[in-house]
C-alpha cells in the first residue's frame, strides 16, 4: 500500500498528514499552499505548518513518469535499473572482501593467543610442580658428605624419596672414613712407584686422533654438555650431563644411548658414576642432587640441602658419601666463601675446595677445620683435581693459569701460563697418576713429573666441559658446549 497526495496525486517523496481533513499531502506542495492560504485545501478550514504531522515511511516506490510508457523509455529505464543493480554488486563484493581480509586477521589472533595461552598453561604447570616440591630447607652448613649407600630407596607410590636434614659427621661416619683411607694407603704402598704394564707410553698416547664423534646425545635446541664422568669399573661406560636438563649414560662400545635421565628442572652442571653400582648422581642449579638408576631409568633420591645451585660434587672412596658444595656455602665458620668447585682426596679424609675470589683450601674431615690454604690464582677457580697417589693438586682457574701444588711440602712447585683468554673447565688425573688432561678453550695432556705437554686437541666447534682417561689411558673422552661428545686413540 502506498501513499498518495490529495493535490498532486503521486506518491509524495516527504509526506505529511493533515489534523483538519486527516489528508496526505507532499509537504512542500502543502507548506506552499498553507503559506498563500493559511487553510487546509480539502475543507477550507485554518491550518498551519506546525500542525502538520511528518508521516514516516521506509524506501517508498515512486510510480513511473508517463515518459516510461514508450519502449525506448522501457529500455532506458530498464538500462538504468541494470548500471544500479552492477554498481551495487560491485560494492557488495568489497564489503565482501573487506571483511574476509578482517575474519583472516582475527582467526591469525585467534590463533597466536592460543599458542600463549597453551605457553602459558605449560610453564604455570612446571611452576606449580617446581612449587609443590619445595621443602623448608635446614641451616646450611660445611660442605658435608651426603650418604649415598642406599641408592635404590624409594617413597611410596615409587616416587623419588627426598633428603633435606643434614645429619653431620658422626663418630661412626669418621671411623668409616678412617678405615677406608687405611686400606686405600695400604694398597697404595704395595703398588709402589710402578705404572701399570698396560698404560699407554707417552709416545703413543702423542699419536692419539679422534676416532668418533656423537652430537645426538642431547637436545639440539638447547645445545651443550656441561659435565662428563667415567664409569670406574668400565670406562666403556660414559656419563654426561648438559644444557638440556637431562642426564645420558651412553656405551662407548655399542655406540648407543643406554638410558636418558629426566628430572631436573634447570642444567645438570655435575655427574658423578657410582664405581660398584648401576647407579649415578647429578647435581643442578635446582638445588637438588638427584640420585639415579641405571637399570631402571629413573630418579630414586632428591637430596635438597642447598638455597642455591650445586657448583661441584664429588663421590667419596667408600661410594657411600657425596661431597657437594654452593656458591652460600659455610666453611666450618661463620664466614661464607663463594664455592666453584669441591674435590675429595684419593684417600677420603681431606677434600679441597675452591673459591670465586681465587682460594684454594683444603679441609681436614675428622678435625673438621681448614688445615692447608693455597694463594696464588688471580681470578675465580674453575677446576681441582687429585693425583691418584695423594701428593699433588691441579688447579685451574680464570686467569689462563695452570697450578701444581705439593700436598706434602704445602707449596705451589709449578705455573703452567696457558694462552691469552683460555679458560680451564675440566681437570683429571688418569688412574695411574702419569697423565694430566685439561679441558677448556681446547684439549690438552701433560705427561706429570716432566710436565711437558704431549698431546693437543681442537676438534671441539665450542668451549670443552669435561675430559676424561679410559683405562690405562687407553683412550680418551671429552665433552662441550658443542654439544658432542668425542672419543680419541689410536
Not at 506552499?32 to 480539502?42: H, L, Q, R, V
Not at 660445611?142 to 624419596?161: C, L, R
Not at 701444588?405 to 703452567?416: V, Y
Request: aromatic letters at 6%.
Amino acid at each position: 500500500m502506498s501513499l498518495v497526495c490529495a493535490i498532486s496525486n503521486e506518491v509524495p517523496e516527504h509526506p505529511c498528514v493533515s489534523p483538519v481533513s486527516n489528508q496526505v499531502f507532499e509537504r512542500r506542495l502543502i507548506e506552499k499552499y498553507i503559506a498563500e492560504n493559511g487553510t487546509d485545501p480539502m475543507n477550507g478550514q485554518p491550518l498551519s505548518e506546525e500542525q502538520l504531522v511528518d508521516i514516516k515511511v521506509s524506501h517508498p516506490i515512486r510510480p513511473k513518469a508517463p515518459s516510461a510508457t514508450s519502449i525506448p523509455a522501457i529500455l532506458k529505464s530498464l538500462q538504468d535499473e541494470w548500471d544500479a543493480v552492477m554498481l551495487h554488486s560491485f560494492t557488495l563484493r568489497q564489503q565482501l572482501q573487506t571483511t574476509r581480509q578482517e575474519l583472516s586477521h582475527a582467526l591469525y589472533q585467534h590463533d597466536a593467543a592460543c599458542r600463549v595461552i597453551a605457553r602459558l598453561t605449560k610453564e604455570v604447570t612446571a611452576a606449580r610442580e617446581a612449587l609443590a616440591t619445595l621443602k623448608p630447607q635446614a641451616g646450611l652448613v660445611a660442605p658435608q658428605a651426603v650418604p649415598a649407600s642406599q641408592p635404590a630407596a624409594a617413597g611410596a607410590g615409587g616416587e623419588p624419596m627426598e633428603i633435606s636434614e643434614q645429619v653431620g659427621m658422626t663418630p661412626e661416619i669418621i671411623q668409616k672414613l678412617q678405615d677406608k683411607a687405611t686400606i686405600l694407603t695400604t694398597e697404595r704402598k704395595k703398588r709402589g712407584k710402578t705404572v701399570p704394564e698396560e698404560l699407554v707410553r707417552a709416545e703413543d698416547l702423542s699419536k692419539y686422533r679422534q676416532v668418533a664423534s656423537h652430537a645426538g646425545l642431547h637436545s639440539a635446541s638447547v645445545p651443550g654438555i656441561l659435565a662428563l664422568d667415567l664409569c670406574p669399573s668400565d670406562t666403556n661406560k660414559v656419563l654426561t650431563g648438559g644444557a638440556d636438563k637431562n642426564v645420558v649414560v651412553f656405551d662407548k662400545n655399542e655406540e648407543q644411548i643406554v638410558a636418558t635421565l629426566k628430572g631436573h628442572t634447570k642444567k645438570v652442571t655435575s655427574v658423578i658414576y657410582h664405581p660398584s653400582q648401576s647407579v649415578v648422581f647429578s647435581a643442578s642449579p635446582d638445588t637438588t642432587i638427584r640420585v639415579w638408576s641405571v637399570t631402571g631409568g629413573n630418579c630414586v633420591q632428591v637430596v635438597r640441602a642447598h638455597e642455591a645451585g650445586v657448583t661441584g660434587l664429588s663421590l667419596h672412596a667408600t661410594g657411600d658419601y657425596l661431597l657437594k658444595s654452593s656458591p652460600n656455602d659455610s666453611i666450618l665458620t661463620n664466614v661464607f666463601d663463594t664455592l666453584t668447585c669441591a674435590q675429595f682426596h684419593p684417600d677420603g679424609l681431606i677434600f679441597g675446595t675452591g673459591t670465586a675470589d681465587s682460594q684454594i683450601k683444603i679441609w681436614d674431615l675428622k678435625e673438621r677445620t681448614n688445615v692447608a690454604n693455597f694463594p696464588g690464582h688471580s681470578g675465580p677457580v674453575t677446576s681441582i683435581a687429585f693425583s691418584e697417589n695423594g701428593y699433588y693438586l691441579a688447579t685451574g682457574a680464570q686467569d689462563s693459569s695452570l697450578k701444581l701444588w705439593d700436598l706434602r711440602k704445602l707449596k705451589n712447585f709449578k705455573t703452567i701460563t696457558l694462552d691469552n683468554n683460555y679458560e680451564v673447565k675440566s681437570l683429571v688425573f688418569d688412574q695411574s697418576g702419569t697423565y694430566l688432561a685439561v679441558g677448556g678453550s681446547d684439549i690438552r695432556v701433560y705427561i706429570c713429573k716432566q710436565w711437558s705437554e704431549v698431546l693437543n686437541f681442537t676438534d671441539h666447534t665450542g668451549l670443552v666441559t669435561g675430559v676424561a682417561f679410559g683405562e690405562n689411558a687407553q683412550f680418551l673422552t671429552s665433552a662441550g658446549m658443542d654439544r658432542s661428545l668425542k672419543f680419541y686413540s689410536l
